[in-house]
């Protein structure tokens, strides 16, 4: 197998692709045979951005072959990753931060002593519209290239009306500017804004309020970071209500730091996920599979802080629908490529090749209430990874993100 760009890749027509000599294709179709439904010797169809058809390559339709033709030279396609949990806009960073916890300072004192979040919010509060993009940008640039075709976005480094509103408005820009879909999250629950410390209870009532009000329109889900460091369960009760009063979904920051019920709590209200979850208990894990409420991992956080990693051996057994993601993020997870998280969740989190690769697909778009993706059937949205490998399983035996060498967003091979 030769590395590299495929060969005749470049200038492909818009909506309509055959993939053919696929040495491995994954589905992720419960109709197939095996966890993530692989087929080999596969060719697949993308017609108007859609799946038409996939299967093996002698079974390939005739109607099908006066549609433009791309050989992958016997690589491995997969679905397009979906990152299911991302801060991914931001000002400046806190390399400063990262070199304080090497020393042997915690997240805990670096917040309390005005840094961690609150020194990215003042960086963002500072940055223009402009200037937010130019920085932002770059990053999801990354991970495109390295095979995310859908990722969740939060806001929460503003914690002000003016600030969130033009995250957001960054977010949904960018999303429109790259060919790749982001899911926004409304996040003014990520720690008590400066000017509110010591009025926290003034704070949720504003952020429940005006806040979420003016917000609302531009995003699909709200959040709250609900841990001991950040807000209480009675706190997200009340966010929550606001919340389904406007018709937007949840997701919690659960159970991070330490456990405080917010897990729980997600599942009683069926969130639609469970975010980060180190300090979870089996019953936790439970209920979320219960519920439906998806249980997102976040390992490279654990990595990042040289802490315990997320159980997803136990949240799998549990039966829970488990994803993992990158939290991009200028503090505790400065990591943009899927690719090492599906390493990471092999190594440190229990789980093996093909869960991995599940969960940062399948999983994904099922933590962000998205069925059309994440996997390759017909009529599904028509995002594809090459590998430049013959089977996913080099995804976590080599996890640097070197690997991907095509991406198909909507049918387009970039």
């Known amino acids: 197998m030769v590395d590299g760009a495929i060969p005749g890749s470049d200038d492909r027509p818009t909506g309509s692709l055959v ?5 491995q294709l994954v589905t992720n179709d419960a109709e197939r045979r095996g966890l993530i439904g692989s087929i080999d010797d596969a060719s697949v169809v993308v017609v108007d951005g859609v799946i038409a058809w996939c299967g093996p390559s002698a079974d390939l339709p005739a109607d099908f072959e006066a549609v433009d033709t791309v ?10 990753f979906v990152d299911a949990h991302t801060h991914a806009v931001f ?12 020393g042997g300072a915690t997240y805990e004192e ?19 519209f402009v200037e937010l993009i130019a920085e932002s940008l770059p990053r999801f640039q990354r991970m495109v ?5 859908t990722a969740e976005v939060k ?22 500017s790259l060919p790749m879909d982001l899911v926004s999250t409304f996040l003014g629950a990520h720690v008590v804004a400066p000017e509110f410390r010591g009025r926290k209870d003034d ?46 979904g949840m997701r919690l920051h659960a159970d991070q730091t330490s456990r405080i019920g917010a897990a729980a709590f997600a599942a009683e209200i069926g969130a639609a996920s469970a975010d980060h979850l180190d300090f979870a208990t089996g019953d936790d894990l439970e209920a979320l599979g219960h519920s439906g409420t998806s249980a997102v991992l976040l390992p490279g956080v654990s990595y990042s802080m040289k802490l315990p990693p997320p159980d997803g051996r136990r949240a799998w057994d549990a039966g829970a629908n488990v994803a993992i993601a990158t939290d991009c993020n200028p503090g505790t997870a400065y990591v943009e490529t899927m690719p090492f998280m ?4 092999v190594m440190s989190s229990g789980l093996n090749a093909d869960e991995a690769l599940w969960a940062a697909t399948r999983g994904g778009a099922l933590a962000l209430e998205l069925e059309d993706r994440g996997l390759v059937v017909p009529g599904a949205i028509g995002d594809l990874v090459v590998i430049n490998a013959p089977t996913h399983e080099h995804i976590a035996y080599r996890p640097d993100g070197d690997l991907v060498v095509a991406v198909v967003k909507n049918g387009t091979l970039l």
Do not use: K, W
Request: hydrophobic fraction near 50%.
């Open 145 to 149: 290239s390295a095979g995310t075709t």
């Open 203 to 248: 704070y949720v009532e504003f952020v429940s309020g005006d806040m979420l009000d003016a917000l609302a329109p531009l995003v699909s889900f709200v959040d709250v970071f609900c841990d001991e460091v950040a807000f209480s369960v009675d706190d997200a009760r009340t966010i929550a209500l606001a919340a389904g009063q406007t018709g937007l």
């Open 71 to 80: 050989d992958v030279d016997g690589r491995c396609v997969v679905p397009g």
């Open 110 to 128: 670096i917040l309390a002593g005005g840094g961690g979040i609150y020194s990215t919010v003042e960086a963002t509060r500072a940055a223009p």
């Open 91 to 102: 000002a400046g960073d806190r390399v400063a931060e990262f070199h304080q916890r090497l």
């Open 342 to 345: 599906i390493g990471l969740a």
């Open 155 to 176: 806001t929460g480094y503003g914690l002000d009306i003016a600030t969130e509103f033009e995250m957001a408005s960054v977010i949904n820009a960018i999303g429109m």
């Open 19 to 23: 993939l053919t000599n696929i040495a």
